[in-house]
C-alpha cells in the first residue's frame, strides 16, 4: 500500500524559509517510476501544483509562482522528498501536500492534480507579514 506522509509545515515571518518532507512507503524510489509532485491550496483557492521531481532521473519542474524560491530533492536511500521554500510571502499561506503518480516529469498534465494516485493528509505552512 502506497502511503506518503508530510512534516515540516508550521508559522514562518515573511522572508524566511521552512523545508518540507515527504516520506513515502509502499514503493522503491530506486526501482519504481513515479513522479512525486507538491501541490499547495489556500482558502478559497483550487489546489495549485507547484513542484515535482522524477524518483527515475531526478529532473524537476516548478510553477512561475515558486520558480527561484523553492527547490524540490529527493533522497531516494530515505525514499523521501524535500521541499526547501525559501524567501516566503504571505501569499504563500496554505495546505501543503504531496502526491504520487506516473505522469511524466515533462507531461503538460505534471501539475494537474487529477494525474496523480497517491495523496497525503497535508501540512499547513502560514507566512506572516
Known amino acids: 500500500e502506497v502511503q506518503l506522509v508530510e512534516s515540516g509545515g508550521g508559522l514562518v515571518q515573511a522572508g524566511g524559509s521552512l523545508r518540507l518532507s515527504c516520506a513515502a512507503s509502499?514503493?522503491?524510489?530506486?526501482?519504481?517510476?513515479?513522479?512525486i509532485g507538491w501541490f499547495r491550496q489556500a482558502p478559497g483557492k483550487g489546489r495549485e501544483g507547484i513542484s515535482g521531481?522524477?524518483?527515475?532521473?531526478?529532473?524537476?519542474f516548478h510553477a512561475d509562482s515558486v520558480k527561484g524560491r523553492f527547490t524540490i530533492v529527493s533522497d531516494n536511500a530515505k525514499n523521501t522528498v524535500y521541499l526547501q521554500m525559501n524567501s516566503l510571502k504571505p501569499e504563500d499561506t496554505a495546505v501543503y501536500s504531496c502526491?504520487?503518480?506516473?505522469?511524466?516529469?515533462?507531461?503538460?498534465?505534471?501539475?494537474?492534480?487529477?494525474?496523480?494516485?497517491?495523496w497525503g493528509q497535508g501540512t499547513q505552512v502560514t507566512v506572516s507579514s
Open positions: 509502499g514503493f522503491s524510489f530506486s526501482f519504481d517510476d513515479y513522479t
Open positions: 521531481i522524477s524518483t527515475s532521473d531526478g529532473n524537476t
Open positions: 502526491a504520487a503518480g506516473r505522469v511524466g516529469i515533462y507531461s503538460a498534465h505534471v501539475a494537474e492534480e487529477q494525474w496523480y494516485d497517491y
